[in-house]
């Protein structure tokens, strides 16, 4: 499902100075909710190269034999940057620029660039949802479904590095967004992973993460609600320069299904042996 990921650069903590706009697929799947978080990569992943250009971008030449830059970058000289593609080796960007010290967002590598680098690394997991009752049990209209995932609530970090810079890229968790599949309810937003709700504690627990079904999924497709679990990241860089900036956050999404039926009260007249199963869902 495509969406916009949006780049902000900024020098320290002042505003962002530089915005750019593409197009990233968001990933999305259906792990079994038994099976171990997947892990999938945010875009094409790159490699980039620096290396000494005496005479800068009026010098160059198809011919011209370019060394890459022993250790660190000297202020004045020139540089050229290219970034390739792993998976195909294709030219991803090319550069030519002059090294100036202390010139935040001035010529020099492209920081930003090293950001995506690194946040194309960042091993984000698809959420495991949990629910209690649970995932294959049916659910009851009235009666709140706790809701959680597994799996650590921890922030996830890559590193990119170009002519003795490093970029650090820190994507952490802001909140899971739990769609239920009841038409016409908005999607439920819980901020933090959920409380796992543990049997032998019985009816003595709390949770700040739980959704109640009005309806039944009888007349659904196949019986059952569509439901998903979207775990957003803020996700944030900064260089060794002293830079800092913003990525648009990122998310992944798991798909499952869930069967909800309703409880009926039923009052006898007559002898109890006449009388339905009152704790039997109804369909």
């Known amino acids: 499902m495509p969406g916009v990921r949006t780049r902000a650069f900024a020098s320290g903590g002042e505003t962002p100075s530089v915005s750019i706009t593409y197009t990233e697929l ?13 892990v999938v990569p945010a875009a094409r992943k790159r490699v980039c190269e620096t290396f000494a250009a005496p005479g800068g971008r009026e010098a160059r030449s198809e011919n011209q034999n370019l060394a890459p830059v022993p ?12 970034c390739k593609y792993v998976d ?3 030219l991803a960007s090319s550069r030519y620029w002059q090294y100036t010290p202390g010139a935040p967002g001035g010529p020099g590598p492209d920081l930003g660039e090293l950001a995506d680098i690194a ?9 495991v949802p949990r ?24 922030p996830q970090i890559a590193e990119a590095s170009l002519a003795g810079l490093t970029v650090t890229v820190t994507a952490t968790p802001r909140h899971i967004v739990w ?10 937003t819980c901020t933090g992973p959920g409380t796992p709700f543990v049997p032998e504690l019985g009816d003595d627990q709390h949770t700040d993460c739980s959704y109640v079904y009005q309806w039944v999924s009888a007349a659904e497709p196949d019986g059952v609600y569509r439901a998903s679990a979207t775990m957003v ?6 260089a060794s320069t002293g830079q800092t900036g913003v990525l648009a956050p990122a998310s992944r999404t798991t ?14 007249y007559d002898t109890p042996s006449d009388c339905p199963d009152a704790d039997t869902p109804a369909a």
């Open 88 to 90: 195909t080796g294709e």
């Open 179 to 188: 769609d239920m599949g009841e038409r016409d309810r908005s999607p439920l």
């Open 255 to 268: 798909t499952f299904d869930l069967t909800v039926a309703e409880l009926q009260a039923v009052v006898c």
């Open 26 to 38: 968001r990933a999305e799947g259906s792990p079994d909710p038994g099976a171990p978080p997947q």
């Open 233 to 238: 990241w803020d996700v944030t860089w900064h």
């Open 71 to 82: 250790g660190g970058l000297v202020e004045g000289e020139w540089y050229y940057s290219s």
């Open 119 to 127: 946040y194309d690394q960042i091993p984000l997991a698809f959420p």
């Open 131 to 154: 629910t209690s009752p649970a995932i294959e049990i049916r659910q009851i209209t009235g009666l709140p479904t706790w809701l959680w995932v597994d799996g650590a609530w921890a």
